[in-house]
């Protein structure tokens, strides 16, 4: 057999195998995500893997960069690499997916047990907070007062509906999404 005919061959069983699985995604016929352990859970990860052209004859590129991830340690990162390729170097020459998947299924404590959450902060700083933090903290901007006149001018910006134009208030719509969130990808 030749190396499509095996990975079409694997692909057709990973499918059926996996069909209705939350946690298995084909991202493309040679491309597939696989997450051990539940969602909430601190110590899942995603598998990213991707075939060659000659795979089952060659390994798979196995990769642990996903965004849900993050969480994870570089050391962690390293040690679960380690041991899938050793999974890997077992089983060249074979359809192998299905065997590593769930390896790291059973083997998810082991894999796991000196994870410590990497906690990270995103924080937004403008160009000014960023070029004197310390004067940033200590003094608070106040907030802009505007006049009469310019508050009469803000409310007479409306159209002749007395509608203001679209878009006018575009901070609520942000909120309204954040806490709504987007479309589902169905």
Request: overall charge negative; proline content about 4%.
């Amino acid at each position: 057999m030749t190396a499509n005919e095996d990975q079409e061959m694997e692909l057709e069983a990973l499918r059926s195998i996996y069909e209705g699985d939350e946690c298995f995604k084909e991202i493309s016929p040679v491309s597939f995500q696989f997450r051990i352990g539940e969602l909430e859970d601190t110590k899942a990860f995603i598998l990213d893997i991707v075939w060659p052209e000659m795979y089952p004859e060659s390994a798979p590129q196995i990769s642990l960069d996903a965004f849900f991830n993050n969480r994870i340690s570089a050391e962690t990162k390293q040690l679960i690499l380690s041991k899938l390729e050793e999974q890997v170097e077992a089983n060249l020459g074979t359809a192998m997916m299905y065997t590593l998947f769930e390896w790291a299924k059973e083997n998810q404590e082991a894999l796991m047990e000196n994870h410590r959450p990497v906690m990270t902060a995103v924080t937004l700083t403008s160009s000014s907070e960023a070029a004197a933090p310390s004067s940033a903290a200590k003094k608070r901007e106040k907030k802009e007062q505007l006049t009469k006149a310019q508050k009469r001018r803000m409310i007479n910006r409306t159209d002749n509906k007395g509608e203001l134009p679209r878009g006018w208030n575009w901070v609520d719509v942000i909120k309204h999404l954040s806490k709504t969130g987007g479309k589902d990808d169905d």
